[in-house]
């Protein structure tokens, strides 16, 4: 990830305000699912308040949604299984 991307999302984080440790824990998960983009949102644009990861390979589907980063694990994780019964698809 680039140095632009990587101050971009901080100032993000800071005028959404989100919570203390939020982004952290995003900087941590990108670098254990590096195939996908997460971030943190308020629930202002999309639903509740909570993470959400796309696929970088797949922006077309709808988010992935952890209530915590434990949930969004488990959702990548699913994801993950999910696309490698895929025959041809990339993971």
Same mark, same amino acid.
Request: glycine fraction near 6%; include cysteine; charge should be negative.
């Given at each position: 990830m680039? =140095?632009? $991307?990587?101050r971009n999302?901080?100032?993000?984080? =800071?005028?959404?305000a $989100?919570?203390? #440790?939020?982004?952290?824990?995003?900087?941590?998960? =990108?670098?254990?699912y590096p195939r996908y983009?997460?971030?943190w949102d308020s #629930?202002?644009?999309r639903g509740p308040d909570g993470y959400?990861?796309?696929h970088r390979a797949d922006s077309?589907?709808?988010p992935l949604f952890g209530e915590t980063a434990c949930d969004l694990i488990a959702s990548m994780d699913?994801?993950?299984a999910r696309r490698a019964k895929l025959p041809g698809w990339c993971q």
């Amino acid at each position: 990830m680039d =140095e632009q $991307w990587i101050r971009n999302r901080t100032l993000i984080a =800071e005028r959404l305000a $989100w919570p203390d #440790g939020a982004l952290a824990v995003v900087e941590r998960l =990108e670098e254990l699912y590096p195939r996908y983009a997460i971030f943190w949102d308020s #629930g202002r644009s999309r639903g509740p308040d909570g993470y959400y990861a796309l696929h970088r390979a797949d922006s077309r589907c709808d988010p992935l949604f952890g209530e915590t980063a434990c949930d969004l694990i488990a959702s990548m994780d699913a994801d993950t299984a999910r696309r490698a019964k895929l025959p041809g698809w990339c993971q």
